[in-house]
């Protein structure tokens, strides 16, 4: 069953987008596959580490686990007839200057909605959440943040 949302034209979906309707027929793509499309686009730029919150990050090594995975963790989306917004949150590596992850990301996301989809991508919000220091693994930290 899917669940009734708003799109950003302000017109109700019920998780599907129409994005081309001709003589010979339609075209619908589910939003999710929008927020797949993005959420790929955006871990193929350079410093970002992942996607997601950490308790969705959580549940994404649990899927990993399993032999699944979700591409359009940390993404949601919210699509129009012919345009559509992302927001997305990620986890940047360490030295990585994030100003120029998110500029990266946003390039790739708009780039890759718009040639893929065919939708006009008016935003993409990004939240960075956490950054990932590589050889930390195992390291102690205290209560104040220090390496031990």
Avoid: C, H, W
């Avoid at 589910?30 to 959420?39: H, M």
């Avoid at 990620?90 to 989809?117: G, N, Q, S, W």
Wanted: aromatic share 2%; glycine share 10%.
């Amino acid at each position: 069953m899917a669940s009734t949302t708003n799109r950003v034209d302000g017109t109700a979906t019920t998780g599907t987008t129409t994005t081309q309707v001709t003589t010979k027929g339609r075209t619908i793509i589910d939003d999710t596959v929008v927020a797949k499309v993005a959420g790929i686009a955006a871990r193929d730029v350079p410093g970002v580490f992942a996607l997601g919150g950490n308790a969705a990050r959580a549940f994404g090594a649990i899927r990993d686990a399993i032999g699944s995975s979700a591409l359009g963790q940390g993404v949601r989306v919210e699509v129009g007839e012919t345009q559509v917004a992302v927001d997305l949150t990620i986890v940047v590596d360490y030295p990585t200057p994030m100003m120029e992850v998110a500029t990266a990301v946003r390039a790739a996301v708009t780039k890759a909605v718009t040639e893929l989809v065919g939708l006009e991508v008016t935003e993409v919000n990004i939240a960075i959440n956490d950054v990932n220091i590589p050889g930390l693994a195992g390291v102690e930290v205290d209560s104040e943040g220090r390496v031990r």
